[in-house]
C-alpha cells in the first residue's frame, strides 16, 4: 500500500520528522566545525548548538544555562536518576520513588539499588496515589530521598499531578525528577510552574530527529553523577562531542511546538475526540484506560474484549493503520503493560491494549481510515464470537 494512503497513529512511540527540522539539520550537517574548536568553523557550531539550547530551554521556561543536551530521553532519565543527583548546597538521595507507570528507562534505567527503589502505586484510573508518597516520605526518618513521576504516562496518555507531587516533594527535604517527553506539544509544559528540580525532554516525540534529547535543571548548581565521562562538553556533565546536526534540528522542532502550542492543543483535541468517538461507536464494548483521569488530547489506549493485540495490530496494520500495543519491547514483541498491571486492569483485558495516538501531521481523513478498519476488525471478531 502507498504510504500515502497510510494512516500513521503511534506518535507516541516517535513523531514524524518535521520539515523544518528536517531542513535545520541537513544545513547543520552540510557545515564542518566541533563547538568545542575556537577556529571560525567551531564558533559557527557553537553558536547553532547554544541556539538550539535557547530554544529547547524556552519550550518548558527554564534557563538555558541548565540544560544538558543527551543521546535522548533514556540518557536524560539515567543521567539524573542517581544517588549523586542533589539539589544546590544538599546531598544526595539515598532511596529511589518512582511512579509504578513509568516508562522502562525510568523502572530499568536508574542507578540505585534495587532494595532502595520503591514504586508509587497507581489507582484504576492510572493516577498515582500522593497519599502513599506523602506517608512514605513523612517515614523516610534521615534519609533523603529522590522521586521520579512522569508528567504524561506514554501509554495511557494520563496526565499525572507533578505539580502537588513536587510540592509534597519538597516539603519533605526530597528532589523531584519528571520525564516528561510526552507532554511538550500537547499541554503546557513549565519546569518553574511544576515546581520540579529536574525534566527530560527527547528530540523525536515534538517532531524532532532521534537521537537527541535533554535533561533540563530548575537552575544551575545542581549535583549529578556523570554517566559519561571524558571531555568538558556541556559544562562537564555530559563528555563527547556535542550531535549538532540532530541538537539544531532539536531545537527547530521546540520553536515550532511552543509557537503553535494553543492552536494545536485545540485540533488535538478535536481529533482526540473524533477518534474516540470512532472507537465506541464501531466497538461498543471497547474499554478506554485512563478515561476517568486527565489526559493528553492525543492519545487513546483501549482494549475490546477478545480482541488479541497480536492480531489486532496486524489487521490494522495490512489495513493501512500504524497503531501499537500497550507497551512494546524493543525487540518489536507485544507483551502485557505492567501500566495496566499497576492499574489492577484484568490481565485477559490489558492483553488486548492497543494505542493510538495522533499528531501534528493527523488530519481527518486518517479518522476515516481508522475507523472503516477498526469496524471490519469487530465485524469478524463479532462473527467468530458468535460462531464459537
Not at 21 to 28: F, G, I, S
Not at 209 to 236: F, H, I, M, N, T
Not at 328 to 339: D, F, N
Request: glycine share 10%; charged share 20%.
Amino acid at each position: 500500500m502507498d504510504t500515502a494512503e497510510r494512516a500513521y497513529l503511534d506518535y507516541n512511540a516517535t513523531a514524524p520528522l518535521r520539515e523544518e527540522a528536517a531542513r535545520a539539520l541537513v544545513h547543520a550537517l552540510e557545515r564542518v566545525g566541533n563547538a568545542s574548536s575556537v577556529h571560525a568553523e567551531g564558533r559557527a557550531a557553537r553558536a547553532a548548538l547554544e541556539a538550539a539550547r535557547a530554544e529547547v530551554a524556552a519550550l518548558v521556561e527554564a534557563d538555558p544555562a541548565a540544560v544538558i543536551f543527551t543521546s535522548g530521553g533514556s540518557e536524560a532519565n539515567a543521567l539524573a536518576l542517581a544517588p549523586g543527583f542533589a539539589r544546590p548546597g544538599e546531598a544526595g538521595a539515598e532511596v529511589l520513588l518512582v511512579g509504578a507507570g513509568e516508562h522502562p528507562c525510568v523502572l530499568d534505567g536508574h542507578r540505585f539499588p534495587a532494595d532502595a527503589v520503591e514504586r508509587i502505586p497507581l489507582d484504576a484510573h492510572g493516577v498515582a496515589d500522593l497519599a502513599w508518597l506523602e506517608a512514605r516520605l513523612s517515614a523516610l526518618t534521615g534519609r533523603r530521598a529522590l522521586v521520579s513521576l512522569q508528567l504524561a504516562n506514554n501509554e495511557t496518555g494520563v496526565v499525572q499531578p507533578v505539580a502537588e507531587a513536587a510540592r509534597i516533594a519538597h516539603a519533605h527535604g526530597a528532589s523531584i525528577h519528571t520525564d516528561a517527553v510526552q507532554a511538550p506539544g500537547k499541554i503546557p509544559v513549565s519546569i518553574r510552574a511544576l515546581g520540579v528540580d529536574a525534566m527530560t525532554l527527547s528530540a523525536h516525540k515534538i517532531g524532532g530527529p532521534q537521537g537527541a534529547g535533554a535533561l533540563v535543571l530548575a537552575s544551575e548548581g545542581y549535583g549529578l553523577d556523570r554517566l559519561v565521562r571524558g571531555g568538558g562538553q556541556e559544562r562537564g556533565f555530559r563528555a563527547g562531542t556535542e550531535n549538532v546536526p540532530a541538537i539544531v534540528g532539536f531545537g527547530a522542532a521546540a520553536r515550532l511546538v511552543r509557537e503553535h502550542l494553543d492552536g494545536e492543543r485545540e485540533r488535538l483535541a478535536r481529533l482526540g475526540a473524533a477518534f474516540a468517538a470512532a472507537v465506541r461507536e464501531k466497538a461498543p464494548e471497547a474499554v478506554v484506560f485512563g478515561d476517568g483521569a486527565p489526559r493528553l488530547p492525543n492519545t487513546i489506549l483501549f482494549a475490546v474484549p477478545g480482541l488479541r493485540a497480536e492480531t489486532a495490530l496486524i489487521a490494522f496494520d495490512l489495513g493501512g493503520v500504524a497503531l501499537s500495543s500497550g507497551s512494546a519491547c524493543s525487540s518489536g514483541k507485544v507483551k502485557r503493560s505492567h501500566v495496566l498491571d499497576a492499574m489492577g486492569v484484568d490481565p485477559s483485558l490489558a492483553e488486548g491494549a492497543l494505542r493510538l495516538s495522533c499528531g501534528y501531521a493527523t488530519r481527518d481523513a486518517e479518522v476515516i481510515r481508522f475507523a472503516s478498519v477498526l469496524e471490519n476488525i469487530e465485524a469478524r471478531r463479532v462473527r467468530r464470537s458468535r460462531a464459537a
